[in-house]
């Protein structure tokens, strides 16, 4: 059996407006699932407001409170059943392959009509849904669920006692619920339940009444609600009231459980080939059940239901539901002739199922065999059959003969016997041609004669058939042909003829080959060339050969439409009224000439409205009559035998425009103003077949004659600049496009107004040191007004200058500059009109100085300071500062952080002059000067030593200022290596010692080493880091020298590897021996031990030595034999033996193994006549070999007496000295 998993389902019930779910004594049922099936997991979904209590394995009791899904195993996939109660409905919802079983209330449910006895469950509709419904316990549940109830149920006041809805849980299927062929549907209920019920209720609500009168109180009053649960809970029923109330439904439920265990197995009567009788007797009262007392009636009997199931693989096999039903018979049909068959009986009672009962045996009786299979046709000739078959199964009785029928050949339904006997083939000869005949086969046994076999037709061979006529040609296309021919002349229609269509193309050289092969009579050849003449013939065949080829006929394939035109183009210039389009004839012609070419034009791109502007032979045309500036589409196709070619893709053709006509002249917009003017214009009446694309604005200049443009571009509006005020100017414009300008218009005069003054020439700056600079300009035309202040602008950026100075100076001077930065400064004038606008931008750069202070100074980091490949000077300051630390491990040092220390800063700013050099200062030694460095490491210093330094950056104007001081300490000296020892060695592992300390690590210890071995790639591998001063190497292969090395380190550092050291493992030693194996044959024994295999090529021989009496132990024998016979032994003598194994080696001394444990010889002794049979047995057991005590038993009670010792030792100093 498999994993099985336990899940206690308990009813719910409905107080009020709360819904709770509370468990009943009678109300539990258990679900085991047997897990060897696929599981698949049913949610049971509770809704808000309701809580659903299970009982887990461990016994302990959950509340699960909605809303929740509490999940339940299906082991073969189907949908576990759930119990409705009254009232409430079942819905099974699925989303995304997960079902969910919904228990909902009803809209509307009438209390009074229903029991809240928990109904069976009917049958389920297959036997692997008896997993969910296995035997039924009657679980306790804890005090705490009931302690609200000190009343009992009819206490409670009836507006509680109507919402009462006992809550089901069922595990159901989705398929059809009604019981199968020969089960007859439970009962929702029945009248005998409901009187059991009432009694029970009757005597629950005595006991209760008893208690809740002597309680004090606790009993609830009509008018008032029940107390809360948190509140009853304190406050407990009494005991006797739990025990007495429902206690006494537990008693009765157990008597009802005892009763349907006591089920007497069935009864087998009638037993047949395939079916068989089965009747048993309803499980009867025991002594122990309760009678009805004085005045009561007697309860009625309980309605029992019976499931009968069956097992073929034994009494302990897989049993499967047969039967189930109220009947106290059953008879079981589709059973299997002369087969073994267990089956036992289970009763059931409402929701309890008793243990089933023990299976009874029978065999049911053999019959005649089954009906066989058509036989089949082995082989045969045009006179001849040879047919076979299987032997079908015999149901108990060996199969004697087979009866073999036929029709003989007359197609009638009547059969004639043709073999009888045991064969499984038989053949029929004198048969005639090409015909058909029918036969059926039946099996005899001693028990009968089978059904006859299904009638299978079989058919002899006929001879070649004739020459078929020529084929016929049913259609052509391009690539294919379709052929038929015809059955040939005076074949019988019997005869299976297939064809074999043979074909040759024209030219090819390979002769006819086949292209079909088959029964039909047409035939479609494809993957053809097109216009090519093909040859076919067709040969007809049997089973007897093939017939001689038919006259040959010729098909040719119809030729391809053409391709379309090639190299679509316009020859020359396109015109703007006409241009002449030219093509070349197509690359593939389709097999046939082309016979004429159609051009066809469309206005625009849209391809709507296609005309056909040629229709010929030749290979161009003009196509005239356009618009100028329109653009066209031209396409070209070509018609031949094969049909129309393909389109070409359309061309597109642009005819060229025309410039456009004249403008009218510009209008001036709103209010000339003193330096600009606003113009519109509106867009030339004549286009010239192309859209304007930009306007040309001449302007004329009092008294000038020539124009100047100062407009171009394609808005209709424009603001003409840089004039100057209370001037007349001359406007005219013109229009154009693709083809060029138009025309100008007439001249507008337009006078300007008065404005703000002139832009200022460039100002002029001169730089008095390198943080102060002044600033110098000149008074611009000021347009009529006198200029009443000035604006000057400065900053480091051109696109981000500030008003700096506002005045009427023209001078300014500016302070607190950096040295070497570029400034960008501009001047405006501003008069009574207006501002007028900046002067140029001028660049100016202040002198160079020394450099800025150094900032940002760190330590290097050891990984910093390791070597990383030829990397000593090269990678200098752009060295990264993140590096792994695997890289760490693996780099040496190239400076000690004991002897050195790393700096690194960055680079202050040289304000224009480079860095050329930095001075380290030291403090009290001499400063050090370095090149253009960012990073530099100050070698020979004192180990464990602070020192103060400053960094000061120079360059050829001087040196800057020094940074901060800051602190650096150099690290101690690190350890050196210590001396590694080899203490002990075997053949698999080395035990390594260094130092001076003790072998397991104190909390204070500060140095640490590092144990290194070689691989065999020449790498070193870390074997053990850590403060301890030994190390044990395991794991390793005998006589193999292993390279070691050892380092030591602390806080100041990893010091340097040892030198390498070399140790070899020796060889391995042979294996201990069992005991030996001792027999007495008269005056001589022979002694035996076991074989071991040669150990890497070594041989090994084995050494035996016998000890007689109390002397020492002598070796008698040495050599590769695995016995040895020792003669001549004294009868009064005890001898004791031991073997060992010995490993000679080819370049070594040999290797002696551990000996083996002593076997003991014992002396025989002679019995005297007066000795009893108590005393021979003895002397037989003494003389059986006594086996000595072992090595590893000897140590092993040595450290236990020493341990009893310390033990008896340490108490008695406790019970003594102590107290």
Same mark, same amino acid.
């Given at each position: 059996?498999?994993?099985?998993?336990?899940?206690?389902?308990?009813?719910?019930?409905?107080?009020?407006?709360?819904?709770?779910?509370?468990?009943?004594?009678?109300?539990?049922?258990?679900?085991?699932?047997?897990?060897?099936?696929?599981?698949?997991?049913?949610?049971?979904?509770?809704?808000?407001?309701?809580?659903?209590?299970?009982?887990?394995?461990?016994?302990?009791?959950?509340?699960?409170?909605?809303?929740?899904?509490?999940?339940?195993?299906?082991?073969?996939?189907?949908?576990?059943?759930?119990?409705?109660?009254?009232?409430?409905?079942?819905?099974? %919802?699925?989303?995304?392959?997960?079902?969910?079983?919904?228990?909902? /209330?009803?809209?509307?449910?009438? =209390?009074?009509?229903?029991?809240?006895?928990?109904? =069976?469950?009917?049958?389920?509709?297959?036997?692997?849904?008896?997993?969910?419904?296995?035997?039924?316990?009657?679980?306790?549940?804890?005090?705490?669920?009931?302690?609200?109830?000190?009343?009992?149920?009819?206490?409670?006041?009836?507006?509680?006692?109507?919402?009462?809805?006992?809550?089901?849980?069922?595990?159901?299927?989705?398929?059809?619920?009604?019981?199968?062929?020969?089960?007859?549907?439970?009962?929702?209920?029945?009248?005998?339940?409901?009187?059991?019920?009432?009694?029970?209720?009757?005597?629950?609500?005595?006991?209760?009444?008893?208690?809740?009168?002597?309680?004090?109180?606790?009993?609830?009053?009509?008018?008032?609600?029940?107390?809360?649960?948190?509140?009853?809970?304190?406050?407990?029923?009494?005991?006797?009231?739990?025990?007495?109330?429902?206690?006494?439904?537990?008693?009765?439920?157990?008597?009802?459980?005892?009763?349907?265990?006591?089920?007497?197995?069935?009864?087998?009567? &009638?037993?047949?080939?395939?079916?068989?009788?089965?009747?048993?007797?309803?499980?009867?009262?025991?002594?122990?059940?309760?009678?009805?007392?004085?005045?009561?009636?007697?309860?009625?009997?309980?309605? #029992?239901?019976?499931?009968?199931?069956?097992?073929?693989?034994?009494?302990?096999?897989?049993?499967?539901?047969?039967?189930?039903?109220?009947?106290?018979?059953?008879?079981?049909?589709?059973?299997?002739?002369?087969?073994?068959?267990?089956?036992?009986?289970?009763?059931?009672?409402?929701?309890?199922?008793?243990?089933?009962?023990?299976?009874?045996? #029978?065999?049911?009786?053999?019959?005649?065999?089954?009906?066989?299979?058509?036989?089949?046709?082995?082989?045969?000739?045009?006179?001849?059959?040879?047919?076979?078959?299987?032997?079908?199964?015999?149901?108990?009785?060996?199969?004697?003969?087979?009866?073999?029928?036929?029709?003989?050949?007359?197609?009638?339904?009547?059969?004639?016997?043709?073999?009888?006997?045991?064969?499984?083939?038989?053949?029929?000869?004198?048969?005639?041609?090409?015909?058909?005949?029918?036969?059926?086969?039946?099996?005899?046994?001693?028990?009968?004669?089978?059904?006859?076999?299904?009638?299978?037709?079989?058919?002899?061979?006929?001879?070649?058939?004739?020459?078929?006529?020529? /084929?016929?040609? %049913?259609?052509?296309?391009?690539?294919?042909?379709?052929?038929?021919?015809?059955?040939?002349?005076?074949?019988?229609?019997?005869?299976?003829?297939?064809?074999?269509?043979?074909?040759?193309?024209?030219?090819?050289?390979?002769? #006819?080959?086949?292209?079909?092969?088959?029964?039909?009579?047409?035939?479609?050849?494809?993957?053809?060339?097109?216009?090519?003449?093909?040859? #076919?013939?067709?040969?007809?065949?049997?089973?007897?050969?093939?017939?001689?080829?038919?006259?040959?006929?010729?098909?040719?394939?119809?030729?391809?439409?053409?391709?379309?035109?090639?190299?679509?183009?316009?020859?020359?210039?396109?015109?703007?009224?006409?241009?002449?389009?030219?093509?070349?004839?197509?690359?593939?012609?389709?097999?046939?000439?082309?016979?004429?070419?159609?051009?066809?034009?469309?206005?625009?791109?849209?391809?709507?409205?296609?005309?056909?502007?040629?229709?010929?032979?030749?290979?161009?045309?003009?196509?005239?009559?356009?618009?100028?500036?329109?653009?066209?589409?031209?396409?070209?196709?070509?018609?031949?035998?094969?049909?129309?070619?393909?389109?070409?893709?359309?061309?597109?053709?642009?005819? =060229?425009?025309?410039?456009?006509?004249?403008?009218?002249?510009?209008?001036?917009?709103?209010?000339?103003?003193?330096?600009?003017?606003?113009?519109?214009?509106?867009?030339?009446? @004549? &286009?010239?077949?192309?859209?304007?694309?930009?306007?040309?604005?001449?302007?004329? *200049?009092? !008294?000038?004659?020539?124009?100047?443009?100062?407009?171009?571009?394609?808005?209709?509006?424009?603001?003409?600049?840089?004039?100057?005020?209370?001037?007349?100017?001359?406007?005219?414009?013109?229009?154009?496009?693709?083809?060029?300008?138009?025309?100008?218009?007439?001249?507008?005069?337009?006078?300007?107004?008065?404005?703000?003054?002139?832009?200022?020439?460039?100002?002029?700056?001169?730089?008095?040191?390198?943080?102060?600079?002044?600033?110098?300009?000149?008074?611009?035309?000021?347009?009529?007004?006198?200029?009443?202040?000035?604006?000057?602008?400065?900053?480091?950026?051109?696109?981000?200058?500030?008003?700096?100075?506002?005045?009427?100076?023209?001078?300014?001077?500016?302070?607190?500059?950096?040295?070497?930065?570029?400034?960008?400064?501009?001047?405006?004038?501003?008069?009574?009109?207006?501002?007028?606008?900046?002067?140029?931008?001028?660049?100016?750069?202040?002198?160079?100085?020394?450099?800025?202070?150094?900032?940002?100074?760190?330590?290097?980091?050891?990984?910093?300071?390791?070597?990383?490949?030829?990397?000593?000077?090269?990678?200098?300051? &752009?060295?990264?500062?993140?590096?792994?630390?695997?890289?760490?491990? *693996?780099? /040496?040092?190239?400076?000690?952080?004991?002897?050195?220390?790393?700096?690194?800063?960055?680079?202050?700013?040289?304000?224009?002059?480079?860095?050329?050099?930095?001075?380290?200062?030291?403090?009290?030694?001499?400063? $050090?000067?370095?090149?253009?460095?960012?990073?530099?490491?100050?070698?020979?210093?004192?180990?464990?030593?602070?020192?103060? $330094?400053?960094?000061?950056?120079?360059?050829?104007?001087?040196?800057?200022?020094?940074?901060?001081?800051?602190?650096?300490?150099?690290? =101690?000296?690190?350890?050196?290596?210590?001396?590694?020892?080899?203490?002990?060695?075997?053949? !698999?592992?080395?035990?390594?010692?260094?130092?001076?300390?003790?072998?397991?690590?104190?909390?204070?210890?500060?140095?640490?080493?590092?144990?290194?071995?070689?691989?065999?790639?020449?790498?070193?591998?870390?074997?053990?880091?850590?403060?301890?001063?030994?190390?044990?190497?395991?794991?390793?292969?005998?006589?193999?020298?292993? *390279?070691?090395?050892?380092?030591?380190?602390?806080?100041?550092?990893?010091?340097?590897?040892?030198?390498?050291?070399?140790?070899?493992?020796?060889?391995?030693?042979?294996?201990?021996?069992?005991?030996?194996? @001792?027999?007495?044959?008269?005056?001589?024994?022979?002694?035996?031990?076991?074989?071991?295999?040669?150990?890497?090529?070594?041989?090994?021989?084995?050494?035996?030595?016998?000890?007689?009496?109390?002397?020492?132990?002598?070796?008698?024998?040495?050599?590769?034999?695995?016995?040895?016979?020792?003669?001549?032994?004294?009868?009064?003598?005890?001898?004791?033996?031991?073997?060992?194994?010995?490993?000679?080696?080819? &370049?070594?001394?040999?290797?002696?193994?551990?000996?083996?444990?002593?076997?003991?010889?014992?002396?025989?002794?002679?019995?005297?006549?007066?000795?009893?049979?108590?005393?021979?047995?003895?002397?037989?057991?003494?003389?059986?070999?006594?086996?000595?005590?072992?090595?590893?038993?000897?140590?092993?009670?040595?450290?236990?007496?020493?341990?009893?010792?310390? $033990?008896?030792?340490?108490?008695? %100093?406790?019970?003594?000295?102590?107290?």
């Amino acid at each position: 059996m498999g994993t099985e998993s336990e899940t206690e389902v308990q009813r719910m019930a409905v107080l009020g407006e709360t819904r709770s779910w509370s468990p009943k004594p009678w109300q539990f049922r258990r679900y085991n699932c047997d897990f060897h099936h696929k599981s698949e997991v049913i949610l049971v979904q509770v809704n808000p407001g309701e809580s659903f209590t299970i009982q887990r394995d461990d016994g302990q009791f959950q509340c699960i409170t909605g809303p929740a899904q509490v999940p339940m195993m299906s082991p073969n996939g189907s949908v576990p059943q759930i119990y409705v109660p009254p009232g409430y409905v079942q819905q099974i %919802i699925e989303e995304n392959g997960v079902r969910r079983v919904l228990v909902l /209330p009803q809209t509307e449910f009438h =209390p009074g009509g229903h029991s809240p006895l928990h109904h =069976p469950p009917p049958p389920p509709p297959h036997a692997h849904l008896q997993a969910f419904i296995p035997h039924p316990h009657i679980m306790h549940p804890p005090p705490h669920l009931y302690s609200g109830m000190a009343g009992g149920t009819g206490d409670m006041n009836p507006q509680y006692i109507s919402q009462y809805h006992p809550a089901h849980t069922t595990i159901y299927s989705e398929q059809d619920t009604h019981p199968p062929h020969g089960r007859a549907a439970f009962a929702h209920r029945d009248e005998r339940a409901s009187k059991t019920y009432e009694r029970l209720q009757k005597k629950l609500k005595e006991r209760q009444g008893t208690g809740g009168g002597g309680g004090g109180g606790m009993a609830l009053s009509k008018d008032s609600p029940p107390p809360s649960p948190q509140k009853s809970r304190g406050t407990p029923p009494s005991g006797g009231d739990l025990q007495n109330g429902l206690g006494e439904l537990d008693e009765e439920a157990k008597a009802l459980q005892e009763r349907l265990n006591s089920i007497c197995k069935p009864v087998v009567t &009638d037993i047949q080939a395939r079916g068989v009788s089965l009747s048993w007797v309803a499980p009867s009262r025991t002594e122990g059940d309760d009678k009805p007392k004085e005045g009561e009636k007697d309860p009625a009997e309980p309605s #029992f239901t019976y499931e009968v199931s069956v097992s073929y693989s034994g009494k302990d096999g897989k049993y499967k539901s047969a039967y189930s039903d109220v009947e106290l018979s059953a008879t079981l049909q589709d059973l299997r002739p002369a087969t073994d068959y267990h089956v036992r009986v289970q009763a059931m009672c409402n929701c309890l199922q008793g243990i089933p009962s023990e299976p009874v045996s #029978f065999t049911t009786l053999s019959c005649e065999p089954d009906k066989p299979s058509p036989p089949r046709k082995a082989s045969g000739t045009k006179s001849s059959l040879v047919l076979q078959w299987k032997a079908p199964c015999d149901n108990g009785s060996k199969i004697q003969n087979y009866i073999l029928q036929w029709d003989e050949g007359k197609g009638t339904d009547t059969f004639e016997q043709c073999y009888y006997g045991p064969q499984k083939q038989y053949r029929l000869t004198k048969l005639s041609t090409a015909s058909r005949y029918s036969f059926r086969l039946a099996a005899k046994n001693d028990m009968g004669v089978s059904e006859f076999s299904e009638v299978v037709h079989i058919m002899t061979s006929c001879s070649v058939p004739a020459p078929p006529l020529s /084929p016929e040609l %049913i259609q052509s296309g391009v690539t294919w042909l379709c052929v038929r021919w015809y059955r040939p002349a005076g074949s019988p229609k019997e005869d299976e003829i297939s064809y074999v269509l043979e074909m040759e193309e024209e030219g090819s050289g390979y002769g #006819f080959q086949a292209s079909y092969d088959g029964d039909d009579l047409s035939h479609t050849v494809r993957n053809l060339h097109r216009s090519t003449t093909y040859r #076919f013939r067709v040969v007809a065949y049997n089973a007897e050969g093939k017939s001689n080829p038919s006259g040959v006929s010729e098909f040719t394939t119809a030729p391809d439409r053409p391709g379309c035109p090639c190299r679509l183009a316009v020859k020359g210039k396109p015109h703007p009224t006409s241009f002449r389009l030219t093509w070349d004839p197509p690359k593939d012609n389709g097999g046939s000439d082309v016979t004429k070419y159609v051009a066809e034009l469309s206005e625009g791109f849209s391809g709507c409205s296609w005309n056909q502007v040629y229709s010929g032979s030749a290979v161009e045309c003009v196509c005239d009559g356009l618009s100028p500036g329109c653009s066209y589409q031209a396409r070209v196709h070509c018609i031949s035998a094969g049909g129309e070619s393909p389109l070409t893709e359309p061309l597109q053709v642009q005819t =060229p425009p025309v410039p456009p006509g004249p403008c009218q002249p510009p209008r001036v917009i709103g209010k000339p103003k003193a330096r600009e003017v606003q113009l519109r214009w509106a867009p030339p009446l @004549v &286009d010239g077949g192309s859209a304007v694309s930009s306007y040309s604005v001449e302007m004329f *200049a009092p !008294q000038m004659e020539e124009g100047r443009e100062v407009y171009q571009g394609s808005e209709v509006d424009c603001t003409v600049g840089s004039l100057l005020p209370g001037r007349t100017y001359g406007f005219r414009l013109r229009a154009a496009n693709k083809a060029g300008y138009g025309p100008f218009s007439e001249r507008s005069e337009v006078t300007t107004g008065p404005g703000a003054p002139e832009a200022c020439r460039p100002p002029h700056v001169t730089c008095k040191s390198p943080t102060c600079a002044v600033i110098s300009w000149e008074t611009p035309s000021c347009n009529g007004a006198a200029v009443s202040e000035y604006r000057l602008e400065w900053g480091a950026a051109e696109g981000s200058m500030q008003m700096c100075y506002t005045g009427a100076a023209l001078s300014h001077e500016m302070r607190g500059l950096l040295p070497a930065t570029n400034y960008f400064c501009r001047v405006q004038a501003v008069n009574v009109a207006g501002v007028g606008p900046f002067s140029d931008a001028v660049l100016c750069q202040t002198p160079c100085s020394v450099p800025a202070p150094v900032s940002n100074v760190h330590a290097l980091r050891e990984s910093e300071m390791r070597v990383e490949g030829c990397r000593t000077t090269e990678r200098g300051v &752009d060295e990264d500062d993140d590096e792994d630390e695997e890289d760490e491990q *693996a780099r /040496p040092l190239l400076y000690s952080p004991s002897t050195c220390l790393g700096l690194r800063w960055e680079a202050p700013c040289d304000h224009g002059s480079e860095i050329t050099s930095y001075l380290i200062d030291l403090g009290e030694r001499q400063p $050090i000067l370095t090149g253009p460095v960012t990073k530099y490491i100050i070698q020979n210093l004192q180990p464990d030593t602070t020192y103060r $330094i400053r960094i000061q950056a120079l360059n050829i104007l001087g040196a800057g200022p020094c940074s901060h001081t800051f602190k650096l300490k150099t690290k =101690p000296l690190p350890p050196l290596p210590p001396r590694l020892e080899c203490t002990a060695s075997s053949h !698999q592992t080395l035990r390594f010692k260094w130092g001076e300390g003790p072998a397991k690590a104190q909390p204070t210890d500060s140095l640490q080493y590092h144990l290194q071995m070689e691989d065999k790639s020449g790498r070193f591998i870390s074997l053990y880091k850590g403060p301890c001063h030994t190390h044990k190497v395991q794991r390793l292969n005998e006589s193999t020298s292993y *390279a070691f090395r050892i380092q030591a380190f602390n806080e100041a550092g990893e010091g340097p590897f040892s030198t390498v050291y070399t140790f070899t493992t020796p060889r391995s030693p042979p294996a201990p021996l069992k005991a030996p194996r @001792v027999e007495r044959v008269d005056e001589s024994c022979e002694v035996s031990w076991e074989t071991l295999p040669p150990m890497k090529g070594d041989p090994v021989i084995y050494c035996l030595q016998s000890m007689q009496g109390n002397s020492e132990f002598k070796q008698i024998y040495k050599g590769s034999a695995t016995s040895y016979q020792l003669p001549n032994l004294s009868s009064s003598t005890e001898y004791r033996f031991r073997v060992c194994a010995i490993r000679q080696c080819q &370049d070594a001394p040999e290797i002696i193994g551990p000996y083996s444990s002593t076997v003991i010889l014992l002396p025989p002794r002679v019995d005297s006549p007066g000795v009893s049979g108590t005393t021979g047995s003895k002397a037989a057991e003494a003389q059986k070999p006594k086996r000595s005590m072992t090595d590893e038993q000897f140590s092993f009670l040595i450290i236990a007496l020493l341990a009893v010792t310390s $033990i008896l030792i340490a108490v008695a %100093i406790q019970y003594f000295v102590i107290e």
